[in-house]
């Protein structure tokens, strides 16, 4: 199973918009997709159209051991895409797990467990970079960065870098960066071009040739319940969560899947 955690510990980032189409996208191209949404705040989950209401087996449920993945996964109307959704219960595990010797790995066992269901496993992280994201890190091979086109985008990075050192060193050898994706891009703002730019000049490489552009398409989906790549496919947001797709394909040890 392909693991990758969606992290970035700033805010309104483009994490759940990321995770959601690229999901989306890997369930299209024929992978079984699971996206596990991690951040009490439910966005993925809403935006994946689970009703508040639908989530009495959720990832907190999960966690504390008094269900598997399989059992909180929820099909969405996306075919071979489901999601394990997050309430508000998930703020509280921090706290709750802060004692337990296996605090870290609750997850990872968790997504150890669910192997054969699916082929690649999505984890739309919490602004944070406490214990969740940490079991993130450690349940995930592979992490995607998201990085908004803005002037503090870079600022957070080496803190983030630094807790991947620690991840890596400690509990999880295998956790490589697969990518940043730049994000809320706006060709028309020389702002845009300047921090892509700064960016690439800091991490090189591993930033993705797709940029997501400010797409207004990509910011009403989620109030239909709906990844924008259904809502609207042919929207310039789509078609970079399309490209974005691909690259990110590319990077991965994956063996191709026909659609
Ligand atoms: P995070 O998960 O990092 O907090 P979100 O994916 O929820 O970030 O995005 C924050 C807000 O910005 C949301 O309202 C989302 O719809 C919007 N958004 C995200 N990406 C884009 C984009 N490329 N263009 C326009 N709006 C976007
Ligand atoms: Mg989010």
């Excluded at 996206?35 to 439910?42: A, E, S, V, Y």
């Excluded at 639908?54 to 099909?75: H, M, P």
């Excluded at 993130?136 to 086109?149: D, E, F, H, T």
Aim: with cysteine.
């Amino acid at each position: 199973m392909i693991r990758i955690a969606i992290a970035n510990q700033k805010g309104g980032v483009g994490k759940t918009t990321t995770a959601i189409n690229l999901a989306t996208a890997l369930a299209a191209t024929g992978f079984r997709v699971l996206l596990i949404d991690f951040d009490p705040q439910g966005n993925a989950s809403t935006g994946l159209g689970v009703a508040r209401s639908a989530r009495d087996k959720s990832i907190y449920q999960v966690l504390t051991g008094e269900c598997e993945l399989s059992d909180a996964a929820i099909a969405t109307r996306v075919p071979r895409l489901d999601v394990v959704a997050a309430t508000q219960d998930l703020a509280g595990a921090e706290l709750e797990l802060a004692d337990l010797s296996d605090r870290t790995t609750r997850l990872d066992q968790a997504v150890g467990r669910a192997e054969a269901r699916w082929d690649v496993c999505l984890i739309d992280c919490p602004p944070s970079l406490g214990l969740l994201t940490i079991n993130a890190l450690v349940a995930a091979r592979s992490l995607l960065i998201p990085l908004q086109c803005e002037f503090f985008a870079l600022e957070g990075m080496s803190q983030l870098l630094q807790t991947v050192e620690r991840v890596r060193a400690r509990f999880n050898p295998d956790l490589t960066i697969l990518g940043v994706a730049l994000t809320m891009y706006d060709r028309r703002n020389r702002l845009s071009e300047q921090v892509a730019a700064d960016v690439r000049a800091v991490v090189g490489d591993l930033v993705f040739n797709t940029a997501v552009p400010r797409n207004v398409r990509l910011s009403e989906a989620p109030s239909h319940g709906l990844p924008a790549l259904i809502y609207d496919h042919r929207c310039p947001g789509s078609e970079a969560y399309i490209a974005l797709a691909r690259e990110m394909i590319a990077r991965l040890p994956m063996p191709a899947v026909a659609a």
